[in-house]
């Protein structure tokens, strides 16, 4: 994690670190990632950078976890407008990120590159294995209507929105990795989603 240090800098110059950052990690594969490339695109000390982070897998972890932020931020906003629905709300927001003419969200992008660039490190892994313990996993755990539930205890309920983010996470992989066209992904999307619902909600919801 960045020290209160980053933190204290003005915003343009956190983001002129963090987007030299972005340009040198979508550029080459990790184990080539120079800091010393990274601080003079961003014009700092390389004697700063380590007031900021303590090496480059810090740095890196961090800029992964701003695109977990906007994606936990995103599925928040999908869920509203679902009006609290998560199987509706996370097709809406697979709609929203991937779209039917092959263009996804510029954010997207980013991971598209480190995952072609890092085909030997497990980058999915990376992202989700961190999941339980982000403060946005209960932020779509809090978004989500659980009155037609099967179930309402805490477990059961965070198992549920686990399983959601996690097939939602698959269908992304599998479209930005290049394994299947959109329309075949979403539908086993939709699939899942329904599996989901069944297992998941009383008899009468369903």
Not at 139 to 146: F, K, T
Request: with cysteine.
């Amino acid at each position: 994690m960045p020290t209160q240090t980053f933190f204290r800098l003005p915003e343009e110059k956190r983001e002129r670190l963090t987007g030299a950052a972005w340009e040198e990690f979508m550029s080459v594969p990790f184990a080539h990632a120079s800091i010393n490339r990274i601080v003079r695109a961003a014009q700092i000390p390389r004697g700063s950078f380590y007031q900021y982070f303590e090496g480059k897998e810090d740095l890196f972890f961090y800029l992964l976890g701003s695109l977990r932020e906007e994606a936990f931020g995103l599925m928040s906003d999908a869920l509203a407008r679902a009006g609290g629905d998560p199987f509706r709300g996370s097709l809406r927001l697979f709609d929203e990120v991937f779209r039917s003419d092959g263009t996804v969200r510029p954010s997207m992008q980013r991971v598209v590159e480190i995952l072609r660039l890092n085909q030997n490190m497990d980058m999915s892994q990376m992202i989700l294995d961190r999941m339980h313990s982000d403060a946005g996993m209960h932020g779509i755990e809090e978004g989500i209507s659980w009155t037609s539930f099967c179930r309402t205890d805490a477990a059961f309920l965070h198992e549920v929105a686990s399983l959601l983010v996690f097939s939602f996470a698959c269908a992304a992989r599998n479209i930005l990795c290049g394994g299947a066209p959109f329309a075949e992904e979403r539908e086993r999307l939709c699939f899942r989603l329904e599996v989901l619902r069944r297992g998941s909600m009383k008899e009468d919801a369903v």
